[in-house]
């Protein structure tokens, strides 16, 4: 054998020992925690689609009932201005008076107002006609009972107590 080829042989068998002992001091442990890691984010990236698929359809939910309430969400944020409710509705009584009343069951997230009216009619139609109109005004009203109604001569005096709800961001 001659030298070349025997250095050619003891340096092959030096690159082979440095292939196996990289191999497993360096591939064979980066390749198990590679696996794992790979698992790992494997298991996440379904989790991520699943948690995407679920926001997802909510949101086309949330934009689907926001198309369909977008009066009464317009509604809730619209500050009530009792000026203009009396201007709005004045013309269905003869006297409207609104005045706010402070109690301490609120929540804040809406006002009590009393409201006195005087109507020159003969039964309550033009009331209920009134609360008709209040159900598609631009504010959120809740008329509470009791409503009382008082003769006297030809009018129907009418007194109750009304609740606007406004939510805490509108403008005041």
Known sequence: MNRQTLYMVILSFILLVVVVVFSFL??????????????????????????????????????????QNSHTITAFNTHFNSDQFERIYKKEFT??????????????????????????????QSFYTFLENINKSKWIIGVNFPIHFERDGDKIRSSFTMRVHNSKESKE
């Open 95 to 124: 006297d409207l008076y609104l005045t706010e009343v402070t109690t301490f069951d609120t929540n804040g997230t809406f006002k009590v107002y009393e409201v006195n009216a005087t109507s020159k009619i003969t039964s309550p």
């Open 26 to 67: 360096l591939l064979i442990p980066k390749g198990k925690e590679y696996r794992s890691l790979r698992l790992e984010s494997k298991k996440e990236f379904q989790q991520l689609e699943l948690t995407q698929n679920k926001f997802d359809i909510t949101h086309n939910r949330l934009k689907e009932i926001q198309t």
